[in-house]
């Protein structure tokens, strides 16, 4: 079993970053692919990025040179640093851990 907790989320202006955090408990957390994902009001969940074992990343294009995505596997540590936010990254963030495991969410707000 995994367990996830992501923290990180709050208020920024448009412009500013933030840096979310999920920490994973359980073991083998080298062998996981994960992620984050998003899910603004009104849609869908959907990709923002992804991280496999071997170091492959893949990125929703709306995000591609402005956020990164990476971990630590000695403190079962999955990061999404997030720059040059706007308003339209404004969504509620999970973390995921490939077998099924998500987080609780963490709400990101992008708005002066």
């Known amino acids: 079993q995994v367990q996830l907790v992501e923290s990180g989320g709050g208020l920024v202006q448009p412009g500013g970053s933030l840096r979310l955090s999920c920490a994973a408990s359980?073991?083998?957390?080298?062998?996981?692919?994960v992620g984050w994902y998003r899910q603004a009001p009104g849609k869908q969940r959907g990709l923002v990025a992804t991280?496999?074992?071997?170091?492959?990343?893949n990125y929703a294009d709306s995000v591609k040179g402005r956020f990164t995505i990476s971990r630590d596997n000695g403190k079962n540590l999955v990061i999404l640093q997030m720059n040059s936010l706007k308003p339209e990254d404004t969504a509620v963030y999970y973390c995921?851990?490939?077998?099924?495991?998500w987080g609780q969410g963490t709400q990101v707000t992008v708005s002066s």
């Open positions: 991280l496999t074992p071997g170091g492959s990343t």
């Open positions: 359980g073991s083998n957390f080298n062998f996981y692919t």
């Open positions: 995921y851990f490939s077998g099924g495991y």
